[in-house]
């Protein structure tokens, strides 16, 4: 069973960056989809973005296309979550999260796929 670890968020200035990490132990990150997901006050979990099993493919949220970038780094047995332009609609939980059974190539966008959580690291931006 895969352990998630999120680390990098803060308070930054609108317009600022963050690079969120999730470092998984207890399995390796190159046999998961992975994902982002965030939870705002009062609101629901929404998805970010995710990378495919195979590492080939990602897919992002409207919202952050353009300004966030995730990446996997098997070596180091992580992912990252940059964040470029931050918005104070930005502001939320984000929570990294790992799928086992998605086939190579889908990216999981819904988080009823995953399997395993992390626990979230806050972010906020200011206005």
């Known amino acids: 069973q895969v352990q998630l670890v999120e680390s990098g968020g803060g308070l930054v200035q609108s317009g600022g960056s963050l690079r969120l990490s999730c470092a998984a132990s207890?399995?390796?990150?190159?046999?998961?989809?992975m994902g982002w997901f965030r939870q705002a006050p009062g609101k629901e979990r929404e998805f970010v973005a995710a990378?495919?099993?195979?590492?080939?493919?990602?897919g992002y949220a409207d919202s952050v296309k353009g300004r966030f970038t995730i990446s996997r780094d098997n070596a180091k047995n992580a992912m990252y979550l940059q964040m470029l332009r931050l918005r104070p609609e930005d502001t939320a939980v984000y929570y990294c999260?790992?799928?086992?059974?998605?086939?190579?190539?889908?990216?999981?966008?819904?988080?009823?796929?995953?399997?395993?959580w992390g626990q979230g690291t806050q972010v906020t931006v200011s206005s």
């Open positions: 207890g399995g390796t990150v190159a046999r998961y989809g």
């Open positions: 990378i495919s099993r195979s590492g080939f493919s990602t």
């Open positions: 999260a790992a799928d086992q059974t998605s086939p190579m190539l889908q990216v999981p966008r819904s988080g009823r796929e995953y399997d395993y």
